[in-house]
T-cell receptor
Framework: TQLLEQSPQFLSIQEGENLTVYCNSSSVFSSLQWYRQEPGEGPVLLVTVVTGGEVKKLKRLTFQFGDARKDSSLHITAAQTGDTGLYLCAGAGAGSYQLTFGKGTKLSVIP | NAGVTQTPKFQVLKTGQSMTLQCAQDMNHNSMYWYRQDPGMGLRLIYYSASEGTTDKGEVPNGYNVSRLNKREFSLRLESAAPSQTSVYFC???????????FGPGTRLTVL
């Protein structure tokens, strides 16, 4: 069983601050996806990273895939209240027909 | 396009009752999934269907059955509901088994 550990589990910050959330595993993943889930809704894909060392930017969000493809990070610059939500990482393992989801990081951005 | 639709949105059952959660997607996706989401547990895969005509167990299949009725529809059945099945249930679909998953809005189920 491939496990994805996300940290921190909860994060509460002031608007304008920077933050980083982490997604770690002892397993290698062929790709890793980041989703955001708002209260009362299903998760929505933010980005997919495929290559070890890859960095992708989505406006104020920066995603990085570790060189060994075992970990990933999400950095948010100058957080806004609209960033509030549950951030989930999900990995696709070699030979697996399904994604493995982490338990998520619940982010609250306070005005 | 509606994407992934789920019915019902809310349901309250008594222990021992049965019900079927419906899911449909209009994106012509091959793969479909059922997850449950509980506080502190993340998304846990119940069953999935990699393609029309196939279904496989996920991480937590006990107490559930599924039917891939056609390419569009994937239903989840609780034969005899238990309080431990109180949860939010999400259906999702994807083009291939490791591609981006598109989620429905969820069904909030309470079993008394």
């Amino acid at each position: 069983t491939q496990l994805l550990e996300q940290s921190p589990q909860f994060l509460s910050i002031q608007e304008g601050e920077n933050l980083t959330v982490y997604c770690n595993s002892s397993s290698v993943f062929s790709s890793l996806q980041w989703y955001r889930q708002e209260p009362g809704e299903g998760p929505v894909l933010l980005v997919t990273v495929v290559t070890g060392g890859e960095v992708k930017k989505l406006k104020r969000l920066t995603f990085q895939f570790g060189d060994a493809r075992k970990d990933s990070s999400l950095h948010i610059t100058a957080a806004q209240t609209g960033d509030t939500g549950l951030y989930l990482c999900a990995g696709a393992g070699a030979g697996s027909y399904q994604l493995t989801f982490g338990k998520g990081t619940k982010l609250s951005v306070i005005p | 396009n509606a994407g992934v639709t789920q019915t019902p949105k809310f349901q309250v059952l008594k222990t021992g009752q049965s019900m079927t959660l419906q899911c449909a997607q209009d994106m012509n996706h091959n793969s479909m999934y059922w997850y449950r989401q509980d506080p502190g547990m993340g998304l846990r895969l119940i069953y999935y269907s990699a393609s029309e005509g196939t279904t496989d167990k996920g991480e937590v299949p006990n107490g559930y059955n599924v039917s891939r009725l056609n390419k569009r529809e994937f239903s989840l059945r609780l034969e005899s509901a238990a309080p431990s099945q109180t949860s939010v249930y999400f259906c999702a679909s994807s083009e291939g088994s490791r591609d981006e998953q598109f989620f429905g809005p969820g069904t909030r189920l309470t079993v008394l």
